[in-house]
């Protein structure tokens, strides 16, 4: 389980960094907030990693889920546009990373028999 807390750290600081870097347009103290959060994002993505996830299962969830959520948060605090075609890519999105997270489960399986 403490992969998965770490790999959602990284997709909230990752999120929380793209959001500021848009932010930061308009005000530029939050560039601080830009540097920290991508700094956080690849330091959590290392301890992932470290703990044992696969890099692609890891990479996959992170960029799927940090899209997914950067385009809904900006819709909503930027008021970016989020069209239902949008979101069905998103949604394929993340269909992809859930077959990619299965296929690593199935490999798992198949190199301990």
Do not use: C
Not at 10 to 18: G, L
Not at 79 to 106: D, K, N, P, R
Request: hydrophobic fraction near 60%; charged fraction near 5%; avoid cysteine.
């Amino acid at each position: 389980m403490n992969r998965w807390l770490l790999l959602l750290g990284a997709i909230v600081t990752e999120v929380t960094a793209s959001l500021s870097l848009k932010g930061a347009l308009d005000h530029p103290a939050l560039y601080v907030v830009v540097v920290l959060g991508y700094a956080g994002t690849f330091g959590f993505l290392a301890a992932v990693l470290g703990a044992g996830m696969p890099l692609g299962v890891a990479y996959g969830i992170w960029g799927a889920l940090g899209v997914a959520a950067t385009a809904a948060l900006s819709a909503i605090f930027f008021g970016e546009a989020l069209t239902g075609v949008m979101i069905l890519g998103i949604a394929v999105v993340i269909a992809g990373v859930v077959l990619v997270e299965f296929g690593s489960h199935l490999a798992g399986r198949q190199e301990a028999a």
